[in-house]
């Protein structure tokens, strides 16, 4: 088995027509590489373009199974590890590596950010509109409330996808006037944060 491919091979095997129509095993066998190699080639690096491999000059299965693990990750992130190539595979651990590398610069979510008060604000002010109606019915509108006790960093995945979905709701012109971003926040005093919903909405559309 030939697991260590130079670029030229290795391009002009993903560049081939074919490689998406053949099988995992046929792909070894016909370019006599293991079933792993095979495998990630199909269905991992078919992700890059050859130029943004280009700088890579020997492909070993080390090196593409860290592919394999960076062509998962968002497009944002997968620009700065392919950045941080060289230096992920020198590492002993690449793995953690990658980890450091995205923990280095993860940008602070906007939500964690929130007061307790900008939460309470929210919610007084759909209590105050008598808005009960799905997905912003009383069972939503508690649970905005709650994230001032129990804080938006230590909600679950599922609780965050929940808020996540009204957020959405709000953005998609649930009610004619918003709800998250509404000016009462200024009115309250909570013009920091009026400012971070806003840049928050903004990059959600």
């Not at 027509?17 to 066998?29: C, F, G, Q, T």
């Not at 190699?37 to 890579?56: C, W």
């Not at 009960?132 to 409330?145: A, D, E, R, V």
Request: with cysteine.
């Amino acid at each position: 088995m030939n697991d260590c491919l130079k670029y030229e091979e290795f391009i002009k095997i993903i560049n081939s027509n074919s490689l998406s129509e053949k099988s995992v095993a046929d792909i070894s066998k016909d370019y006599n590489i293991s079933i792993r190699y095979a495998y990630l080639l199909k269905f991992r690096i078919v992700e890059f373009t050859p130029s943004q491999l280009s700088f890579i000059d020997i492909f070993s299965i080390r090196n593409v199974e860290i592919l394999g693990i960076i062509s998962l990750m968002e497009a944002e992130n997968r620009e700065l590890l392919l950045g941080e190539f060289n230096n992920i595979c020198l590492n002993i651990n690449p793995f953690d590596e990658i980890d450091n590398l995205l923990n280095k610069h993860k940008s602070p979510n906007v939500l964690e950010q929130l007061s307790d008060k900008y939460w309470i604000c929210i919610y007084e002010y759909l209590i105050e509109r008598s808005i009960n109606q799905y997905p912003f019915n009383l069972t939503s509108i508690n649970f905005i409330k709650s994230i001032s006790r129990i804080k938006y960093i230590n909600l679950s995945e599922k609780q965050k996808s929940w808020i996540l979905n009204l957020l959405k709701a709000d953005l998609n012109g649930f009610d004619p006037n918003p709800i998250f971003s509404n000016s009462i926040l200024l009115e309250k005093g909570l013009s920091h944060d009026f400012e971070l919903i806003n840049d928050y909405f903004n990059n959600l559309k």
